[in-house]
T-cell receptor, first 109, second 118 residues
């Protein structure tokens, strides 16, 4: 059974810092890995999808990498802003996604 | 930009009552999903639906749950006899625009329905 773990559970940084969020999964036979953002009491916003054959994806200030052999993905956020404050979720799977518990990010002005 | 919509945003019900949660997936998507998130816990997969039938379901999705696509736009989740432990945020998602390749299957989530069972 696939298990997804995200470290750290919470992170607080000053505005402008670059930061890395970590995601690990137990079964390397994944199809896709998707990073989401969740604002308090809200739905999930898809940020990036990395196909199993890819090693990374970039969108604006976000860069996600995937290392299937080690069962890890990282989400790199450059030049963080207060508006980036949210919970970031990692999910793996094909048609059914298995989620981590998320990293709660707070970027202070 | 097309988005998944869900109604109601908040549903309060008494234990034992039936509830129907409604979703309108993105119009050209072919796969539909329900997930739930109990407060403070992970988002959990419930069921996926394709071509008018369930394609996968989790052990959470027992006989108390059912899904339906009653027309060309709506996708519903019914809980027959609600329990206290059904209180959660329920998310609908859709994916796989017709003509896309499966390997680029991004799931798009709705804003959720918060279900409170008293």
């Amino acid at each position: 059974k696939q298990e997804v773990t995200q470290i750290p559970a919470a992170l607080s940084v000053p505005e402008g810092e670059n930061l890395v969020l970590n995601c690990s999964f137990t079964d390397s036979a994944i199809y896709n890995l998707q990073w989401f953002r969740q604002d308090p009491g809200k739905g999930l916003t898809s940020l990036l999808l990395i196909q199993s054959s890819q090693r990374e994806q970039t969108s604006g200030r976000l860069n996600a990498s995937l290392d299937k052999s080690s069962g890890r993905s990282t989400l790199y956020i450059a030049a963080s802003q207060p508006g980036d404050s949210a919970t970031y979720l990692c999910a793996v799977g094909y048609s059914t996604l298995t989620f981590g518990k998320g990293t709660m990010l707070l970027v202070s002005p | 930009e097309p988005e998944v919509t869900q109604t109601p945003s908040h549903q309060v019900t008494q234990m034992g009552q039936e509830v129907i949660l409604r979703c309108v997936p993105i119009s050209n998507h072919l796969y539909f999903y329900w997930y739930r998130q109990i407060l403070g816990q992970k988002v959990e997969f419930l069921v996926s639906f394709y071509n008018n039938e369930i394609s996968e379901k989790s052990e959470i999705f027992d006989d108390q749950f059912s899904v339906e696509r009653p027309d060309g736009s709506n996708f519903t989740l019914k809980i027959r006899s609600t329990k206290l432990e059904d209180s959660a945020m329920y998310f609908c998602a859709s994916s796989f625009p017709s003509g896309a390749t499966i390997s680029t299957d991004t799931q798009y989530f709705g804003p959720g329905t918060r279900l409170t069972v008293l």
